[in-house]
């Protein structure tokens, strides 16, 4: 969700569907494994504008296309699951910021490769990505009671009990793997 909502959240574009670039919303909102597209190396771009060498097109842009995998957690499901899941999360993403202002899909790609804030927020490191402040403190609540639920299994563990809890999706000391249940 994270990742989908970046362009939205930073008001370049007003829906996931609408990036200029490669990205994955389009084609699974449209029931489509196959993302194709033209990718810029801005990279090398820079590396030959720096040179002082002109830069043609043909340089630097090249066809690109790949095949998408269901996520692990859709692994076993149907397909047609997983686009369901995309489309309410696509939904979901522009509903929470329609009316905002965006730069739109051709002001994105005007913008010059080079280009970098005036000043950078210097802020902490987020602990998880979320969109909004209560999925974090949702997230936060979550991972505080994973810990310490693990703890203490890690403290029964020590007094040599045999018979411990870990809490599903942690990796005991010298123990396998603990699965999601359900």
């Known amino acids: 969700a994270y990742i989908a909502s970046q362009g939205v959240k930073e008001r ?18 449209a029931e489509e494994t196959k993302v194709s597209g ?10 030959l504008e720096q040179a002082g060498k002109q830069v043609l097109g043909t340089d630097v842009i090249s066809d690109e296309s790949f095949d998408l995998d269901p996520l692990p957690s859709f692994a076993t499901a149907k397909l047609s699951a997983w686009f369901a899941w995309v489309r309410e999360l696509v939904d979901q993403i522009v509903d ?13 790609q005007r913008q010059p490769s080079t280009r970098a804030p005036k000043k950078s927020k210097n802020t902490y490191g987020i602990d998880f990505h979320v969109s909004d402040r209560a999925q974090r403190k949702e997230w936060r609540t979550t991972y505080r009671d994973f810990v310490r639920g693990f703890r203490a299994a ?22 396998p793997f603990v699965p999601e249940t359900g």
Do not use: I, M, T
């Open 96 to 108: 929470q910021h329609h009316g905002q202002d965006v730069l739109g899909a051709a002001g994105v």
């Open 154 to 175: 890690c403290q029964y563990l020590e007094k040599a009990g045999d018979e411990f809890c870990f809490p599903p999706g942690s990796f005991p000391p010298n123990a």
């Open 12 to 29: 370049l574009v007003s829906s996931p569907l609408e990036w200029p670039g490669l990205h994955c919303a389009k084609e699974l909102y």
């Open 38 to 47: 033209k990718w810029e190396n801005r990279s090398k771009k820079y590396r």
